[in-house]
């Protein structure tokens, strides 16, 4: 095993460590506080997202802008992207739970959480084993990043939806402050 593939292990589990103590610091692993997001009364799991991509944004506009990192973005693929993420939040909806969430609800004692996990392990090895049959379905498309639409660094993009995603962030601190959901919808009650 060489140093950097070690490394990179490190720096993985400490990024899950840190995910973890912010997913359960936030209970918005708790299936009634996913649910309520879904169903509009509770905004803890948008706020506790959005401050995520918030701060990576900052942080991959920062290493980017000092050439520390080469993005590698994906094309944009509609059906598939748009597809995906209805079935995704469905079963969010049904389930209560979600893939970055699923460990925390097993730690957390939630018996169901397994099922879950059996759900999403089956649902990636279905997916795995008959995407060469409906592939051509889904299309493809160009590379197109706003970078290149744009003809601006991605660093001063990612700044800009940084701070736009910041104001939302205040925007919705001031319409539903987070104090009124100060125990709503834990434990799924």
Not at 2 to 9: A, C, G, K, Q, R
Not at 59 to 83: D, R, Y
């Amino acid at each position: 095993m060489s140093i950097d593939v070690f490394l990179i292990v490190l720096l993985g589990l400490a990024m899950g460590l840190v995910f973890g103590v912010a997913l359960e610091k936030s209970r918005v692993f708790e299936p009634g506080v996913i649910v309520g997001q879904m169903q509009l009364r509770n905004f803890t799991m948008l706020r506790v997202f959005l401050s995520a991509i918030v701060t990576g944004l900052l942080s991959l506009a920062l290493m980017n802008g000092l050439g520390l990192v080469e993005l590698h973005p994906k094309a944009f693929v509609p059906l598939a992207q748009i597809g995906g993420g209805l079935i995704l939040g469905l079963g969010m909806v049904m389930a209560g739970a979600c893939p970055g969430t699923v460990f925390a609800q097993i730690g957390a004692g939630y018996k169901d959480a397994w099922f879950i996990l059996l759900g999403g392990v089956a649902g990636a090895l279905v997916y795995g084993y008959t995407l060469p049959s409906f592939k051509h379905l889904m299309g493809q498309s160009e590379l197109t990043t706003y970078a290149v639409l744009f003809e601006t660094p991605f660093w001063m993009l990612a700044l800009g939806l940084a701070s736009l995603i910041t104001a939302s962030l205040f925007l919705l601190a001031r319409w539903r402050p987070s104090s009124a959901e100060l125990g709503r919808d834990f434990d799924g009650v």
